[in-house]
């Protein structure tokens, strides 16, 4: 028996072209199949590459709708504008809106044929008396009862005039062209603090 037999765990030297001679290097193991599969990433990578550009594009398209869509309404909007009208608006229309008052809006709508101001405000007992003074009347030209505000006229603008349940009263100032014409329409609820609907129309 030889030495190599009588040693059997003893390494066998490598070879000449360095290669073990049991098949594997003197490296280590390559057990494994070395490193794994990036397939998966490379999947990833793609799709994303894909979604994400369609959507920004989705989202491009939305907003470019709805910016659409609200430029649509803002230009169609009838809502009212909270504050004062102008003093060239209230000169012209003839609405001294009392000072301190609360609650004040307006819409003004124009056209070739007419030219309308609508404007809302709350005032007190003296506020009314100066605002019905100033344009030529008085508190007794109110008709208890009545509301001059038409259906059409109140649509446009929201409001709930002539609602049952509440204590109305109203009143029509007519005047000659070019002088507007204003339909007075007040709710005493709050008979300390009347809201007062005013809409004053003008014939150029």
Do not use: C
């Not at 070879?15 to 490379?42: C, N, Y």
């Not at 404007?119 to 009314?128: A, E, P, S």
């Not at 505000?149 to 009143?171: L, P």
Request: proline letters at 8%; zero cysteines; aromatic letters at 8%.
């Amino acid at each position: 028996m030889t030495a190599a037999e009588q040693r059997p765990g003893a390494p066998m030297p490598p070879a000449a072209d360095g290669r073990h001679p049991e098949g594997s290097t003197s490296g280590g193991s390559t057990s494994g199949g070395g490193r794994p599969s990036r397939r998966w990433l490379k999947a990833v990578i793609v799709f994303l590459l894909i979604v994400i550009p369609a959507g920004y594009l989705v989202i491009s398209a939305i907003q470019s709708r709805n910016g659409g869509q609200e430029k649509a309404e803002a230009a169609s909007a009838k809502g009212l504008s909270a504050g004062y009208p102008t003093r060239v608006q209230r000169r012209i229309y003839d609405v001294p809106v009392p000072p301190y008052s609360k609650k004040v809006a307006f819409y003004e709508t124009n056209s070739w044929k007419i030219s309308s101001l609508y404007v809302q405000f709350v005032t007190d007992r003296d506020g009314l008396d100066s605002f019905l003074h100033r344009i030529g009347t008085g508190r007794s030209a109110l008709d208890k009862g009545k509301v001059t505000i038409t259906g059409d006229q109140a649509k446009k603008v929201g409001w709930q005039v002539g609602e049952a349940g509440h204590d109305w009263a109203g009143m029509e100032l007519k005047q000659k062209d070019p002088q507007p014409k204003l339909r007075i329409t007040v709710k005493f609820d709050n008979p300390a603090h009347p809201k007062v609907y005013v809409v004053s129309t003008v014939t150029p």
